[in-house]
Nanobody, 124 residues
Framework: VQLQASGGGLVQAGASLKLSCVASGRALRGYIIGWFRQAPGKEREFIAALGRNGAGTTFADSVKGRFTISRDTAKNTVYLQMNSLTPEDTAVYYC??????????????????WGQGTQVTVSS
């Protein structure tokens, strides 16, 4: 499966952005879909995951209550809605697909396929 993330940009603190992860080649519903981010000088960080067939969502504490994850099966697309953005959310955001077990969703090493990343910059 090939993934393409988009929707990033430069916004002010408090604004919202909606990232998209479009898949081609295979249906996304058969994969665990994760969102990760990496800020300059920091390790890649787990943000959110959506279980196979849309079963279950998980969020990192740093984004819980502000970010939501959803999917459009017809468009083979998963979305990350980001609200109340802060400068600490500035990073390159990646979507990824995993064939692993759901309990492994927090680890980037369990994801088989990655999109190219989209930059999110939040100014204060």
């Amino acid at each position: 499966v090939q993934l393409q993330a988009s929707g990033g940009g430069l916004v002010q603190a408090g604004a919202s952005l909606k990232l998209s992860c479009v898949a081609s080649g295979r249906a996304l519903r058969g994969y665990i879909i994760g969102w990760f981010r990496q800020a300059p000088g920091k390790e890649r960080e787990f943000i959110a995951a959506l279980g196979r067939n849309g079963a279950g969502t998980t969020f990192a504490d740093s984004v819980k209550g502000r970010f939501t994850i959803s999917r459009d099966t017809a468009k083979n697309t998963v979305y990350l809605q980001m609200n109340s953005l802060t400068p600490e959310d500035t990073a390159v955001y990646y979507c990824a697909a995993s064939t692993s077990i759901y309990s492994a969703r927090f680890s980037s090493s369990s994801y088989n396929y990655w999109g190219q990343g989209t930059q999110v910059t939040v100014s204060s």
